[in-house]
């Protein structure tokens, strides 16, 4: 097995291959003058089975990927899987308008045209994985935020809406501990009203689990609720820290005390690693 690294997971895909014990290679990708994207995989041969890991967002990480895919086949790849550790577009599974592309399925159709099996990390809706004409699998983050937590003195896992609850309830019960939902009414793309905490907060260290945060917007809606109904900490864990504009410092700057994320995206608070979750379900014989 080879894994080729996109620019966007070189530190997870470098991870991945020193677990797997096999050769690792990363896309030289740069950019032309006009934006561009241009990339190459500097080896002779991947005359062998080959595993992309590389986001599908933003745009042009998405573009770096079809240009990776095509790439990695003329170099005579036995079979090719996709790991896709945040894919972009999910949310945008349905028509909500007339007019309105599907666009994830457009995503995946595309993707599908170059590849043998997909894999995912928590994608926001499974259904979209539909959408892919090859075997597909979505690994579920929850084990590795559950084991990064373990003996860190958590009371409660709590998700900030109930669409997140059973993956607080999976973060809870690896933990052994009580799980629970807050109610989330969203007002528009950037604001969220979280309902006051009807579970017992007090003098207890929280921790939310959410799959994206976006603005922050919910989180900080949340941990408000909770200091005010008397929580002790609360500390926040995400599969994928999409972080718009500047989250980090609205978060940083809240009333939170603690924020790790997952490292499907790689930034300053992905201190959370799936790549042994990604190698053990390249592992599994299928
Ligand atoms: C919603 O369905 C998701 O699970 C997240 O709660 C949401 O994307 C977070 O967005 P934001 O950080 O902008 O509040």
Redesign the pocket.
């Known amino acids: 097995m080879i894994v080729v690294g996109g620019s966007s997971s070189r530190y997870l895909a470098k991870e991945l291959a020193s677990i797997l014990g096999c050769t690792y290679v990363q896309a030289a990708s740069t950019r032309f003058p006009d934006g561009e994207c241009y990339t190459r995989i500097d080896i002779d041969s991947l005359n062998d089975d080959v595993v992309i890991v590389q986001n599908t967002y933003p745009d042009e990480n998405l573009v770096e990927m079809f240009l990776i895919q095509d790439a990695v086949r003329r170099m005579g790849a036995r079979t090719i899987t996709l790991i896709i550790p945040y894919f972009g577009y999910a949310?945008q599974d349905r028509i909500f308008k007339p007019g309105e592309p599907e666009s994830a399925k457009v995503m995946a159709r595309h993707l599908s045209m170059v590849c043998d099996r997909v894999m995912t990390v928590d994608i926001?809706k499974e259904a979209v994985l539909n959408h892919f004409d090859c075997p597909h699998r979505d690994l579920k983050a929850a084990p590795a935020i559950a084991g990064y937590f373990k003996g860190k003195n958590i009371d409660l896992v709590l998700a900030?809406?109930a669409?997140?609850s059973a993956r607080a309830a999976d973060v809870g019960e690896h933990m052994g501990i009580p799980h629970d939902h807050l109610e989330?009414i969203?007002l528009s793309?950037?604001d969220?009203r979280i309902a006051p905490a009807k579970m017992d907060c007090r003098g207890k260290n929280i921790l939310i689990v959410?799959?994206?945060?976006?603005?922050?917007?919910?989180?900080i809606?949340a941990t408000e609720q909770l200091k005010e109904a008397g929580a002790k900490s609360v500390t926040v864990a995400c599969t994928h820290g999409?972080f718009?504009g500047n989250?980090v410092e609205r978060l940083t700057g809240s009333n939170l005390d603690g924020i790790f994320c997952c490292n499907t995206l790689e930034n300053k608070v992905s201190s959370i690693s799936v790549a042994p979750l990604i190698a053990a379900a390249l592992m599994e014989k299928e």
Do not use: E, F, N
């Open positions: 949310r926001h900030p809406d669409g997140a989330k969203r793309g950037v969220v959410d799959d994206i945060i976006a603005t922050g917007g919910t989180i809606a999409v718009v989250a």
